[in-house]
């Protein structure tokens, strides 16, 4: 019988990435894991446990608080348009601040590695990237919490999509445009007339969301980043900060090559409120195995 792109991937990792002891859910959990549906963050094991797992949600982010210039530095937007009048400077003036505000403090995101699948193919294993686990994992002695996709994103869009427009996808990799910071502003003046300053820079982030909150420099692009982003509809309604409730997208628990013995207790008793499997990666002969954590 001739196997589909899908199957040979699975076998190929299989044979050369993931040894798994046996378990009947091994065909299923390989699968899930494999696909384009699962996505994987890495954190601190003080992280995992203290916060994340205990309280059993994910904590969005803002942008000043990334360790990327391009995200976290202040940005500077110009702006043109016709029929501007004096007063309109001073709105202008305010929009363009509040773009900056919006950008890098009232929109939130959340960050997670994938597969790279190209037509089926199984390119590379999102939570086998040793510096991600390094960078992110506490230099193997984290943690890597598998949610899905797709449950993720309807868990979002159901629970802000009041308050919050709801964008996701992968991150494009690119040099930035160094004859511009951002974007600039493209105004005219009977708009400015009927619209507020947040409406204004609301509406400018929004139309202008790819480019500002989905590129990153080709240095990051081993990181093979999907992101999720909520933009606020209006500024009266932002709420800081922001959790998803972990049990409604979680998938299991996958545990770095260094992860300490000493917190074997807690992390079993964690994952059993979540009713979560637990996995460790053990790094041998040059290449992982991912093998079943018992509470032995």
Request: aromatic letters at 12%.
């Amino acid at each position: 019988m001739r196997c589909s792109p899908l199957n040979r991937a699975l076998a190929l990792l299989w044979r050369k990435i993931l040894k798994l002891q046996y378990s009947n859910n091994y065909d299923e959990y390989i699968k899930f894991i494999s696909s384009d549906d699962a996505l994987f963050h890495f954190t601190r094991k003080d992280t995992a446990l203290e916060l994340i797992l205990f309280n059993r949600t994910l904590r969005f982010g803002e942008f000043s608080g990334t360790n990327d210039p391009q995200e976290y530095k202040s940005k500077s937007t110009g702006a043109i348009g016709w029929g501007w009048e004096d007063y309109h400077d001073q709105k202008i003036e305010e929009a363009t601040l509040l773009i900056d505000k919006i950008l890098r403090e009232k929109s939130k995101f959340m960050s997670f590695c994938q597969n790279d699948i190209v037509v089926d193919n199984l390119q590379s294993h999102g939570v086998l990237k040793s510096r991600m686990w390094a960078q992110y994992g506490e230099n193997h002695r984290g943690v890597c919490i598998v949610v899905s996709k797709a449950k993720l994103i309807e868990q979002l869009t159901t629970e802000f999509e009041l308050n919050y427009r709801l964008d996701y996808g992968n991150i494009r990799y690119e040099e930035p445009d160094l004859s511009r910071n951002i974007p600039c502003l493209d105004i005219d003046g009977p708009e400015l007339d009927n619209l507020t300053s947040s409406d204004v820079a609301i509406n400018f982030v929004t139309n202008h969301i790819d480019e500002l909150l989905f590129t990153k420099q080709p240095d990051y692009k081993d990181e093979a980043e999907f992101r999720l982003v909520l933009t606020p509809k209006s500024l009266e309604h932002v709420s800081v900060p922001i959790y998803v409730d972990l049990l409604q997208c979680v998938h299991s628990i996958i545990l770095g090559d260094a992860f300490p013995k000493v917190y074997k207790p807690t992390i079993f008793q964690l994952a059993q409120e979540l009713k979560i499997p637990v996995k460790k990666l053990h790094w041998e002969h040059h290449a992982y195995i991912l093998l079943n954590w018992d509470k032995s």
